[in-house]
């Protein structure tokens, strides 16, 4: 699964990275997350079918005819071998696709002393992106929630030895199809959505201050030990 992630990038790498040619989030409101966790406003990309726009989605997705927004509550991951089929993410898969960018993800290591967290970022230290899905939802009293899932898929040799599941990481040539709107075909899609290479994976223990949301900073990302 992907619960936990970082995103610290300065906000006109963020633009120039994704290709960004609008944005309601502008860059005041805008801040680094060592620690960016389920049911969030998380910085999240779609493509409007002429320009990329950055704006915030709110982690965990409710579908259009979720009679209850806690729905979302479950809908924090989808996994990649059926949400094409899938109710609650078949239209999004087909038509509301996302990039959610990232520098780094954390995830939990058993071991016999209990879970360590590890986190893993790109070897090059490059912003990657999620392959995310987004969906609106009207509440009864009005109320409209942008919200969003993360992909997860198979494990990479690397994180076989971390967890059971691994978020689906984009190629950078993968970013643009996974964006356009045009492209509904599922097998076209079902492409880009596969384990990252793992040899340009790395990963360390972390501090065990990222176990709470409440915990915020750049201690949060080093490498302890």
């Excluded at 409007?48 to 997705?61: S, T, V």
């Excluded at 696709?97 to 995830?107: G, H, K, Q, T």
């Excluded at 058993?110 to 893993?120: A, C, V, Y």
Aim: charged share 25%.
């Amino acid at each position: 699964m992907c619960g936990r992630f970082a995103l610290y990038a300065d906000y006109e790498a963020l633009l120039v990275r994704f290709s960004v040619g609008e944005s309601a989030l502008d860059q005041s409101s805008y801040e680094a997350n060592y620690n960016v966790a389920p049911y969030q406003q998380i910085v999240a990309i779609i493509n409007d079918g002429e320009k990329n726009r950055l704006g915030a989605l709110r982690w965990g997705l409710i579908p259009s005819w979720a009679k209850d927004k806690k729905i979302g509550y479950k809908m924090v991951n989808a996994r990649a071998e059926t949400a094409a089929e899938k109710p609650s993410f078949r239209h999004a898969f087909k038509r509301k696709r996302c990039l959610i960018p990232a520098n780094a993800f954390y995830e939990w290591r058993k071991d016999q002393s209990g879970k360590t967290p590890m986190l893993i970022h790109l070897a090059s230290d490059e912003l990657f992106a999620f392959a995310g899905l987004w969906e609106s939802w009207t509440a009864p009293d009005g109320e409209l929630i942008h919200s969003c899932t993360i992909l997860t898929t198979q494990p990479n040799a690397l994180m076989a030895d971390i967890h059971d599941r691994m978020p689906v990481i984009l190629s950078k040539q993968a970013e643009g199809v996974w964006l356009d709107p045009a492209v509904q075909d599922p097998h076209v899609l079902q492409e880009l959505i596969k384990p990252y290479d793992a040899e340009e994976l790395q990963a360390y223990p972390a501090s065990e201050a990222v176990n709470s949301p409440k915990n915020n900073g750049a201690e949060l990302i080093r490498e302890i030990g």
